[in-house]
């Protein structure tokens, strides 16, 4: 299954890009900031990301919101929310981390979600970013990913691929 992968960002180089969005991110965050992941690719990179903030002294709210718009295909598709945040952000910074930016249309929807529930203030911080034109950016970028479609760490193919520690791609 994995055999057809190409290595794109080894592992090492993951734990480089996510210490450097957390040394980023350490000095903006306030100290009610409630870190949201979007589920469920996100995981790994927020597991990844609150454990470096948390070396830095920056212990986050932790919550969740589970959003699905590719289900088992490689476009995006119909945005279901799946489920939703456990706690109040009203007045609250919010940090949301994903594993990738592609569309915009997940993260545009979890920003106006968490604005609508009175978050003070959204900032966005993903693993990878793909080039492409949208009405959303992200705040914090681990790295610049080329237009291909991408496994691991997250990313999956199907539900497949999530458990590499490394970030390839499949075409
Ligand atoms: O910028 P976009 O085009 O919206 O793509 C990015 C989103 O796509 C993936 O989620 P997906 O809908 O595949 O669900 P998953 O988290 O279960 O993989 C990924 O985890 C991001 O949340
Ligand atoms: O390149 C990708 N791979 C896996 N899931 C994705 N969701 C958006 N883009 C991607």
């Known amino acids: 299954m994995t055999a057809a992968t190409t290595v794109l960002l080894s592992e090492a180089e993951i734990a480089a890009c996510v210490a450097r969005v957390a040394e980023t991110l350490a000095p903006r965050l306030q100290p009610d900031c409630v870190g949201i992941c979007l589920l469920t690719g996100g995981l790994w990179f927020t597991a990844d990301l609150t454990r470096a903030l948390a070396r830095l002294g920056v212990d986050l709210s932790f919550d969740a919101l589970w959003l699905s718009s590719y289900g088992d295909g490689r476009e995006s598709g119909e945005l279901l929310l799946r489920a939703d945040l456990q706690r109040p952000v009203q007045g609250k910074q919010v940090l949301l981390?994903?594993?990738?930016?592609?569309?915009?249309?997940?993260?545009?929807?979890?920003?106006?979600?968490?604005?609508?529930?009175?978050?003070?203030?959204?900032?966005?911080?993903?693993?990878?970013?793909?080039?492409?034109?949208?009405?959303?950016?992200?705040?914090?970028?681990?790295?610049?990913?080329?237009?291909?479609?991408?496994?691991?760490?997250?990313?999956?193919?199907?539900?497949?691929?999530r458990g590499l520690p490394y970030i390839g791609a499949l075409d």
Do not use: C, N
Not at 100 to 106: C, K, P, Q
Not at 155 to 160: I, S, T
């Open 97 to 161: 981390m994903d594993d990738v930016l592609d569309t915009g249309a997940s993260l545009k929807f979890a920003r106006d979600h968490v604005l609508r529930a009175g978050a003070s203030e959204v900032i966005i911080a993903v693993m990878a970013q793909k080039p492409v034109a949208r009405s959303i950016e992200a705040d914090v970028v681990g790295w610049e990913a080329p237009l291909r479609y991408l496994v691991g760490y997250g990313l999956d193919d199907g539900a497949k691929m």
